[in-house]
């Protein structure tokens, strides 16, 4: 059982809410996070400290009793908390995305069960992606009716066996799910068709593997969700396939937050940079024969850390912008032009924030010095957090699309979605 099902957790009603518990949240991660970027592994304990604070229902629909918090409120609690530590901000991004799709596709009686499980601390993890397969969204994991293999399965009210649907197959990158109350799995039906599925995490059939060893945001704990005959109610299986087939911005909102997350590590790097030359640096000996008593007071520090400056408020300029840009469009829009204004938007603060992560995550180092490189300070986990989040999808193609955009007029593939 986890912490929040055992704790009263807050449902927070505003923006201001939100912004506020997302504050009081990095304040108590940002402690210990050289700590578990050191140890790996899954971090149980700021994971159930994200779950109990009420922040993964500010997305939850107002109608159902949540915050529906702006698009830029999500992508500052969302910056907020990456800034103290990405892993753990990364932790529910697969959590909004479902609740987004939710939202969009889900019945009454299945938004008004998962959201109030959601107000209640319940964490819902991803099981999206494969391995070995021919591309990102060839998936081999199937949602069938069960045999005689799973004919005694059951579990907090999930049937499977003789009749029931199961779900079997192998998924990787499954961020969130080793400390989440429901998985979200896609698969491929009897049908044909794409669906996603809600499984318990704990139920039978359903193993989170605690492989991920990456070298950055290496407290995710994305690693392998085996399933086997995993049972899964009949009422808590969604037509997601049907999600992308028209104009949305379930893409677009997905990747504000991973925008947040790198313009979140871009702004902690900077943070430990001021931090490390104001308190440990010392002045290059030119800059000491020229007068120079600190490191502050060099004028090429003093010069590379204006532009860096410049570079994270840009970044953070974006990322706000492509939240208002968001907040302007439908939820469902109706058009493939309204689609590609919102993904455009979201592109460029992606683009543009992972490229900042990683030059200010590896610039920290020129301006604080050899003494920076130690171990006891863990700086290099910027730099490894920013360059393995970056590569999470290719910003090349981001910067293609806004640039056909501009010049050709051309909204991206996939209904305006990219």
Known sequence: MSAAETTTVPVLRTDEEAIAAATALAGELRPGAIERDRAGGVPRAALAALDRSGLIGITVPRAHGGAEVSHVTL?????LIAAADPAIAQGPQGHFLFVDVLRQLGTPDQQARVFADVLAGRRLGNALAERGTKHAMALQTTLSRGG???????????TGGAGGLVLNGRKYYCTGAATSHRIAVTAVDDAGDVVAAFVLRDGPGVTVEGDWD????RATASGTTTLEDAPVEEDLVL?????YAGPQLLGARAQLVHAAIEVGIAGGAFADTVTFVRERSRPYFEAAGAGYERAVDDPHVLHRTGELSARLHAAEGLLERAGRVLDGLPHVPATRAEAATGSLAVAEAKAFGSEAAVAIASELFALTGASATDEQHDLHRHWRNARTHSVHDPIR???HHVGAGILADAAPPNHGQI
């Open 148 to 158: 005689a293999a799973g004919a005694d399965r059951t579990a907090g009210g999930d």
């Open 239 to 243: 037509p997601y396939g049907t999600a």
């Open 397 to 399: 193609w981001k910067y």
């Open 214 to 217: 990456a070298m950055g945001q």
């Open 75 to 79: 992508a500052e609690v969302i910056r």
